[in-house]
Structure formats: C-alpha cells, structure tokens
C-alpha cells in the first residue's frame, strides 16, 4: 500500500493545495493530509477550522483523510506508516527550499519525498498571498476551495 503525507500548515488550503492533492489521489492508495503544528508560528485561522476546511473540501474523497500533528514529519511517517512526503512546487524557489528538507528527510529516514508541479492556473497561489487579501478585504474566494469562507 502506497500511503503519502502532505504535510503543511494550510493556513489556510488553497487551489494549489487542493489541485497537488486531487492529482496525488491516482498515485497513492492513501493520502494524509497532515497539518503541523508549530507553538512558535501564529496563525490566521485556528487548527480545528483549518481542519474543517480541508475535511469538507476533501469529504467525498475517500483515500483523502486530515491529521494534525507535532513534531519531526519523519517521525509522523513511521508512527503511522507512510513511505512517501508529497510536496508541491511552485517555482524554483520551491524546489530549493523543498530539496533540502527531502534530502535532510532522506539521510535521517527511508523516507522518500515526492514532488509535484502546481499547475499553471494556481502556481501563483499561496497561503501567505490568501492572508493577505483577507487581511485587506480582497477578494480572496477565487484562490481557495469552497470550503474556505470568511465569517
């Protein structure tokens, strides 16, 4: 059984989230989605509607479940089995940032880091861009799933 983790903070999830998620679904028997938990970051939204986005955008998708964790993504990987990280790219700069952490990833574990391109429509997307706009009013739904809305 093929089981990846897609960790992140989803903070909130976008479509370029969603998209690397809808594609990975072919390539794995299962995907978790794990949303970690960091005491030193401060978030925009609180973990269980971070959760909640995810889960209702994701309901109809059975191979698709949300965990929330602490600690090293390695060490979530052994603890619940999973042979894969998932990742997505979304320019070079990415890949940099992410090729680090896979090799880092890959010395101290078995662990194998897998990498998808965004695609075009959402590479420019992201969860600090969305903050953003919500912060100043923008209109931000076009750049998340339908899940993610505002109170």
């Given at each position: ?10 903070d909130p ?63 979530l990987c052994?603890k619940i ?71």
């Amino acid at each position: 059984m093929r089981k990846a983790i897609f960790p992140g903070s989803f903070d909130p999830i976008t479509l370029g989230h969603e998209d690397i998620i809808k594609r990975s679904i072919s390539l794995f028997d299962e995907i978790v989605i794990a949303i970690g938990i960091n005491a030193e970051k401060k978030y925009m939204f609180p973990l269980e509607e971070r959760k909640r986005f995810i889960e209702e955008t994701f309901k109809n998708e059975p191979k698709v479940s949300v965990i929330t964790y602490e600690g090293l993504t390695i060490d979530l990987c052994h603890k619940i089995k999973a042979d894969f990280i998932l990742r997505g790219l979304r320019n070079p700069a990415d890949f940099e940032f992410e090729k680090a952490i896979a090799h880092t990833n890959r010395r101290l574990s078995k662990i194998e880091t897998v990498f998808l391109l965004t695609a075009a429509s959402t590479s420019y997307i992201s969860s600090s861009i969305v903050r953003d706009v919500i912060r100043n009013g923008g209109q931000y739904e076009m750049l998340v799933p339908d899940a993610v809305r505002v109170k």
